[in-house]
């Protein structure tokens, strides 16, 4: 409902604010899921929503698709925010939920931003109104519901995940701000030039209220020419929008992390480097990504390439002496040092193994040969009888069983065909070891 102070709030909220779009046909992007056809535009239009959760980056639509359910539905619409609201909050949605749909039949959605911030006991708190259709929960957030959300209220709710918008949707989003007369800047003489327009859809990487914010700064700004015209150019754009921000929230970080360690391990040094670079740009703590590397070093490389350990490691301490910005380019020597090498993962098997057959127990006695000798006495209990030293014999090798006796024959290391494990086969076979 207006009222005499509407018009006045309309013209003093921000340019994004005033441009959200009221209806589907207005709203930007996402055609995947409100697409025509799609399910989730047929359930807002046959208003049969069920409990959803709207999961994607920020300005992409999240709550402005919600804002068209409650003005499309004949629900009653609520909203809350995850930060302030509590459990109070939700019980006396709820029971309003429950007048209406007893005194006039009507339904209730409840949006809830920021929905991951909730804890257990508010989550708990809906379960009950959500399993009844009591209230039909929409949650809107920008982590990944099955990590940082309640499994309770993910198991009732159907995810619709949303996608970054593209640099097309952003500019068509200006492009509306520009030639709307009631809301955006259609009364004004505003000429916004295409390689401005083009930066600014650029650096707003996908968030629609990133590039308006800009825009109504540059428009804002910029006196008007001798022509009457307010003259947007790319250097006005350049200063009324700030450079591309990740936004690396715990999800996005292991996402990141995760391609940049597959890339690894896949042998791509530019897609290593080029996530190398993203997880620097969002503020990760290098020492993180330094010890990934030296995982990596291991569990990919191994001894089909032992020098990668070692360019790890000095990548590792380089990091401690010198810190960044110098120690970037250690930490990039090692990521291509890794990615360029002969790959095997004989290390990261053969310790699977034996740390499986451990865990199994049924240990015995450690064999007579093999038992320690450092101290007197130690022929008096048969410590060490009938062991071989190997450095009295050619080659400094003898064959003896060093394996304890519950997994007697069992191989754990296996060299691949790879680097200097190929070497060490052929060493190996000369002792009479005949590798798969």
Known sequence: MQDLFSGQDLALSPL?????????????????????GRLLRRAIE????TSSIFYGPPGCGKTTLASIIAGTTHAAFVQLN???????DVRKVIKEAQDRRALYGQTTYLLLDECHRWSKAQSDSILPAIERGVVRFIGSTTENPLV????????RCRIFQFEPLSEEDVLLAMSRALSDRERGF???????????????????????????????????????????AIHVTLPVAEESIQKPVIRCDESLYYDMLSAFCKSLRGSDADAALAWFARLLYAGVDPRLIARRIIAHASEDVGLSNPLAMLQAVAASQALEAVGLPEA??????????????????????????????AQQGGFGPVPVHLRDTHYA???????GA?????????????????????????????PSDQGQEAKLRERRKARGIVDP
């Open 186 to 228: 259609g009364g004004k003489n505003v000429a916004l030039d295409a390689d401005a327009a083009r930066h600014i859809a650029r650096i707003a990487n996908g968030d629609v209220r990133s590039a308006l914010g800009a825009l109504e700064l540059a428009v804002l700004t910029t006196p008007p020419g001798e022509d009457g």
């Open 148 to 155: 940082a959300m309640t499994p309770a209220i993910v198991s």
């Open 46 to 49: 046959a208003d049969r929503m």
């Open 16 to 36: 994004a604010d005033r441009m959200r779009p009221r209806t589907l046909d207005e709203f930007i992007g996402q055609q995947h899921i409100v697409g025509p």
């Open 377 to 383: 006495g130690h022929e008096r209990v048969g410590s």
């Open 82 to 88: 995850a930060v302030t609201s509590g459990v109070a």
């Open 386 to 414: 009938q062991y071989k030293y190997p450095h009295d014999y050619p080659g400094h090798w003898v064959q003896q069983e060093y394996m304890p006796p519950e997994v007697r024959g069992r191989r754990y290391y296996v």
């Open 328 to 357: 970037r380019l250690s930490l990039a020597q090692a990521i291509i040092a890794v990615c360029e090498s002969p790959k095997s993962n004989a290390v990261v098997m053969a310790l699977d193994q034996a740390v499986a057959d």
